[in-house]
């Protein structure tokens, strides 16, 4: 029988996305200032900044370090830093020199992203997602982080409602800094877990 359909081409992304921002905006729901407002935020508010200003206060302040490991989400607050109603928990992991701690999203890239920012490109590769929870310390070192084997591995899987971010140990040269200080030393990878901060 003769297929006598219309053949159609498929649009690209940028027609559908044209497509559904003229479709919001017929409506009267302003998706350029959205979109727009969206990126503001990716790049300027939802950064690792935040998450090293909360390690460099934790490692300076023993109180508030305990009230951190105790309820992540509203230590982090105290600093001024929200997290959307949907990232119940914050769970602050906190690395000694005998444990490791690992943050990944086996299902697909969830990440505390207001505290730590958005999760790079590898942490939402199959790759690092599948194989980080089976053979994790082939992983690290692949990364660049050899551990020692009596260093014990622990590795965190986000939820929708549970997010992680890891506390690295403090360097011992740095004791006596200020909190300005000790943030500039604090990388998105440490608070990931992939890497340690160096002299720790
Ligand atoms: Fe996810």
Not at 49 to 59: C, F, L, P, T
Not at 143 to 170: H, I, K
Request: charged share 30%.
């Amino acid at each position: 029988m003769p297929d006598d359909r219309v053949v159609q081409r498929t649009a690209s992304v940028a027609e559908r996305v044209d497509a559904i921002e003229a479709a919001l905006e017929a409506r009267g729901l302003e998706a350029a200032a959205a979109i727009e407002e969206l990126g503001h935020k990716a790049t300027e508010e939802w950064v690792p900044r935040n998450g090293a200003r909360v390690v460099a206060k934790a490692w300076v302040d023993p109180a508030f370090k305990a009230r951190l490991l105790a309820d992540g989400r509203a230590a982090v607050a105290e600093l001024g830093l929200a997290m959307p109603k949907h990232h119940r928990h914050l769970v602050v992991l906190e690395n000694s020199p005998r444990v490791q701690n690992v943050i990944c999203c086996t299902l697909c890239s969830c990440t505390a992203f207001t505290i730590i920012g958005l999760p790079p490109d590898w942490y939402k590769e199959l790759e690092y997602r599948s194989r980080v929870v089976r053979e994790s310390r082939t992983v690290l070192r692949e990364m660049g982080l050899d551990l020692a084997p009596d260093v014990e591995v622990r590795v965190w899987d986000t939820t929708a409602d549970t997010r992680y971010m890891v506390l690295p140990e403090q360097p011992p040269h740095t004791r006596g800094w200020t909190e300005e200080q000790l943030a500039a030393i604090v990388t998105r990878d440490s608070l990931i877990g992939v890497e340690r901060l160096p002299g720790t």
